[in-house]
């Protein structure tokens, strides 16, 4: 499959009506689209390992990096690096999209704080 989009890879849903899309799922590298509704947001957590980098495509992202806040918009975005906790919020009016990229994949050591 060379070309990749959320209608042809795998689909995860989290928090309250939150979505996810696997567009690389690989050993050593993650790239997910995910969907935010307006006012929902992620648990504060950190990655043992993982380094990520949250870009927004629609929407505002509100993302807690070790107590700092930063207002992301479309075309913006921001590095967290492994052992650094973080949160992401939605707090505007309209569903945020981002990509966010792991490397290594994230999902294997995420400690919520």
């Known amino acids: 499959m060379p070309v990749v989009s959320k209608e042809n890879v795998e689909h995860y849903s989290w928090g309250e009506g939150c979505d996810g ?15 935010v509704p ?5 648990v504060r957590h950190l990655h043992r390992q993982s380094e990520q980098f949250f870009f927004v495509l629609q929407g505002t992202a509100t993302i807690e990096r070790g107590g700092e806040e930063y207002l992301l ?3 913006q975005g921001l590095h967290i690096a492994a052992g650094i906790p973080h949160q992401l919020f939605n707090m505007a009016s309209i569903d945020l999209v981002f990509i966010v990229t792991s490397t290594p994949p994230s999902h294997v050591d995420r400690v919520e704080l």
């Open 73 to 75: 918009s479309p075309g």
């Open 21 to 35: 899309w696997h567009l690389v799922r690989t050993d050593s590298l993650g790239v997910i689209q995910e969907r």
């Open 38 to 42: 307006p006012g929902c947001s992620e």
